[in-house]
């Protein structure tokens, strides 16, 4: 998508994909100003070990401990965090009004931090954070406690997935997990339990429905992937590297073409 943006403005810059493996991260980012790359985005694993390797972390990186954009400037790398307002858009877009409501993010990792942060600016009076492991959900839970933040985070198990209770009052579901894309299927949750007017959100993005995402379809609830939270930070990303926003609808009509949609 960012490569479709560079063709339509008719920029000779390229965007390419580079595998690199926990222990390079620190290479791979010293090496950055050294070949000239005007920036990169980071995504699974090295958001956070990123966040504790770059100095100077702009607003949303520091308040997530999470850095998925690094931009270089005159040799000097930024590390910045564009999947909160990528998320907070799409769900804007959804019509998603969390003002009052309970909303559910399952996982505890950068992506699930970005949630929590979109939850806590779309209003939502309450946040559960449900984890596998439930020491790093309430350690999430913390870090969005120590800012004074109006909703505070509840860590949970991922037996909260199965409290009719709980589930009874959500408003939105995040999957902010690797469930079902590493797995082959989702933990077990009580989809009927919820409202209907709960919309469930899965990070991830495919061609075909997610293991998070069928179920709920299945179930007459509102369910959607990660595409449009994906696009959203990438629009943004595009802006951070080359400080010219991409054309309109360019870099969502290359990625849902991938897509197949
Ligand atoms: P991460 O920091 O590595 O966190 C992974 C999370 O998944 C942790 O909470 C982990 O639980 C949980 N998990 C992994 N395997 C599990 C399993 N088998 N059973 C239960 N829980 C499991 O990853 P991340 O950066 O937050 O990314 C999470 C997902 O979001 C990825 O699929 C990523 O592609 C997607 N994402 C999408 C976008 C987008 O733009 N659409 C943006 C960001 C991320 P433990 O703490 O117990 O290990």
């Known amino acids: 998508m960012h490569n479709a943006a560079y063709a339509a403005l008719g920029m000779s810059r390229t965007y390419a994909a580079f595998r690199v493996a926990p222990a390079n991260l620190a290479a791979a980012l010293r090496a950055i100003p050294a070949l000239g790359i005007i920036g990169v985005n980071l995504t699974v694993p090295h958001k956070q070990t990123a966040a504790r390797l770059i100095k100077d972390l702009r607003g949303e990186a520091r308040i997530l401990g999470a850095v998925n954009c690094v931009v270089n400037r005159r040799g000097v790398l930024r590390g910045d965090n564009t999947d909160a307002r990528g998320l907070e858009q799409d769900l804007r877009d959804l019509g998603c009004d969390l003002h009052g409501r309970l909303a559910i993010v399952i ?34 839970a913390r870090r969005f ?3 004074g933040a109006r909703a505070q ?54 061609a075909q429905p997610t293991e998070f995402i069928k179920p709920a379809l299945a179930a007459g609830r509102q369910a959607t992937d990660g595409a449009g939270m994906l696009v959203n930070q990438g629009e ?15 870099m969502r009509a ?8």
């Open 254 to 261: 290359a990625l849902f073409d991938a897509l197949g949609r």
């Open 107 to 140: 996982g505890a990792g950068g992506g699930a931090a970005s949630s929590v942060l979109a939850c806590i600016r779309l209003g939502a009076s309450r946040i559960v954070i449900a984890n596998r492991t439930p020491a790093r959900a309430a350690t999430l």
């Open 236 to 250: 943004l990303a595009f802006k951070l590297f080359n400080r010219i926003a991409p054309p309109a609808g360019v």
């Open 153 to 206: 985070g509840e860590p949970r198990g991922l037996d909260a997935l199965m409290d009719s209770e709980l589930l009874a009052g959500a408003r939105l579901i995040v999957n902010a997990t690797s469930m079902g894309l590493t797995t082959g299927r989702f933990a077990r949750l009580d989809y009927s339990s919820t409202p209907s007017d709960c919309l469930f959100y899965d990070l991830i993005y495919a």
């Open 145 to 147: 406690s120590a800012k």
